[in-house]
């Protein structure tokens, strides 16, 4: 299947855009079924708005580091069982691997 170069209007601005045929093959070899709907600015910034709210409703839990003594805070609820790292001791031990 040959596939040419469409112009799409973007849902969210308004914008036309170039649905281009290389896309259309990713598209198709993807197994997506439909085509986009928001030009590629408008998918960046969704995609930025998506990410700064995952991270902005992280629970945080403090911590003391194993290594280095400092209060810190992590992803994740100590269970006392394991050792606890801050960032930068975290990186360097993984370094070592």
């Known amino acids: 299947m040959e596939f040419q170069d469409k112009i799409l209007t973007c849902r969210d601005c308004g914008a036309q855009f170039?649905?281009?045929a290389g896309e259309?093959?990713?598209f198709r070899q993807k197994g997506f079924e439909?085509?986009?709907?928001?030009?590629?600015?408008?998918r960046a910034?969704?995609?930025?708005?998506?990410?700064?709210?995952?991270?902005?409703r992280r629970q945080?839990?403090?911590?003391?580091?194993?290594?280095?003594?400092?209060?810190?805070?992590?992803?994740?609820?100590?269970?006392?069982?394991?050792?606890v790292y801050c960032r930068d001791c975290y990186n360097k031990r993984r370094q070592r691997y």
């Open 34 to 42: 439909n085509e986009p709907t928001r030009c590629p600015d408008c």
């Open 60 to 83: 945080m839990y403090p911590a003391i580091c194993a290594d280095c003594g400092m209060e810190c805070e992590v992803p994740f609820e100590p269970r006392g069982d394991r050792p």
């Open 24 to 26: 259309q093959e990713f």
């Open 18 to 20: 170039v649905f281009s």
């Open 45 to 56: 910034a969704k995609r930025r708005r998506r990410g700064s709210q995952s991270t902005s």
